[in-house]
């Protein structure tokens, strides 16, 4: 079934809300095979003050960066949405995540076991736990429906819109609020770095950092409904060695947030393009990418601009489609297709 997506919201390192992200679009247009060399880390971090003036600080105060992203997400959403008064009762939350709060827990854990020891804390051991931002969303945001959360790296965004469609087609709940989130880590990021050395010989040069980032959608039933609403059409799972999955689609428009990976695998006709130049890379990206999709088939104007070569044509202008890929390290993939 479609999905219908009433709101998003986005935080990362180009800003908050769909207006930044469509203005660090125009600015700095999709490109196939692009690189960044040189690169600053805090370039792709998020900053989450707007929050302070959405929630008293004093609620916020035991909340961390990771979880505070996701909460700012969920709010844009909604005011994108239209829904000042809040979500409906029965509003289930799926909330996808590849590393969850461990990130944050590497960069604040000592290397002296003496010193780790007298740094922990009740606090910090409660944001550590994979569902953190689940239950922050959930009391803050007073969702009272069904509440999902999914940790497989790479796959984790797919699956999450999967889990959401299944949701709405079996008459659990009517709307759905579902995101991801993913925060930076010196950590991992460095581990990154290494991992890419080792495997490419390439002497530094990166294809896209390691970023961070929360991206949130409010998905309703296709009923319920105008047909001018961008909507979630399909999402596809499959994997290298698996051979009883369907293949990937075809979709007029492809885009993609690895570091070089091949898309024409699977045969794929369409222009693809990678707009990790403008949030970084990271597990869940997959949720920028739906975003920007949005934004795509919303604004023509955009299209073109970011595909100077894409006609369009009369297939894309009778049903117009973008996929999202994420490719997994293991030779896993996941494709969100969104329509218009």
Do not use: H
């Given at each position: 079934m479609k999905a219908f997506i009433r709101g998003?919201?986005?935080?990362?390192?180009?800003?908050?809300?769909?207006?930044?992200?469509?203005?660090?679009i125009r600015k700095h247009p999709a490109a196939a095979g692009s690189s960044v060399d040189g690169f600053s880390a805090p370039t792709f971090t998020s900053?989450?003050?707007?929050?302070?003036?959405?929630i008293p600080p004093r609620t916020l105060r035991r909340v961390d960066h990771y979880a505070r992203m996701a909460i700012l997400a969920c709010h844009l959403a909604l005011e994108d949405a239209g829904m000042a008064n809040g979500l409906p009762e029965n509003t289930g939350l799926v909330v996808a995540t590849g590393m969850g709060p461990t990130a944050n827990t590497l960069d604040l854990q000592p290397?002296?076991?003496?010193?780790?020891?007298?740094?922990?804390?009740?606090?910090?051991?409660?944001?550590?736990?994979?569902?953190?931002?689940?239950?922050?969303?959930?009391?803050?945001?007073?969702?009272?429906?069904?509440?999902?959360s999914i940790n497989q790296y790479e796959m984790a965004m797919p699956l999450a819109f999967q889990a959401a469609i299944d949701w709405l087609e079996e008459g659990r709940t009517e709307t759905v609020l579902v995101g991801s989130v993913d925060c930076f880590s010196k950590a991992l990021h460095e581990a990154f770095l290494n991992c890419r050395d080792d495997r490419n010989g390439d002497g530094g040069r990166?294809?896209?950092?390691?970023?961070?980032?929360?991206?949130?959608?409010?998905?309703?039933?296709?009923?319920?409904?105008?047909?001018?609403h961008p909507f979630v059409q399909h999402v596809h799972l499959g994997g290298e060695n698996r051979t009883d999955g369907k293949p990937a689609p075809n979709t007029h428009v492809l885009l993609h947030n690895g570091a070089g990976k091949n898309t024409d695998r699977w045969g794929q006709a369409s222009l693809h393009a990678n707009f990790a130049h403008l949030y970084g890379t990271f597990p869940t990206s997959t949720g920028m990418d739906v975003a920007a999709a949005m934004l795509l088939l919303r604004t023509?104007?955009?299209?073109?601009?970011?595909?100077?070569?894409?006609?369009?044509?009369?297939?894309?202008?009778?049903?117009?489609?973008?996929?999202?890929?994420?490719?997994?390290?293991?030779?896993?993939?996941?494709?969100?297709v969104v329509g218009r």
């Open positions: 998003a919201g986005v935080v990362g390192g180009f800003g908050c809300g769909l207006a930044s992200l469509e203005a660090a900053k989450t003050d707007l929050l302070d003036r959405l290397a002296d076991v003496a010193a780790t020891d007298l740094a922990l804390s009740p606090i910090l051991f409660s944001n550590s736990v994979q569902n953190a931002a689940a239950a922050y969303i959930s009391m803050l945001l007073k969702v009272r429906g069904p509440s999902l990166r294809a896209f950092p390691v970023g961070e980032g929360s991206a949130f959608f409010i998905l309703t039933r296709s009923e319920a409904q105008v047909t001018r023509e104007r955009l299209l073109t601009r970011s595909f100077p070569q894409f006609d369009g044509g009369r297939a894309f202008n009778e049903d117009p489609r973008i996929g999202c890929l994420k490719q997994g390290e293991t030779g896993d993939w996941g494709m969100v």
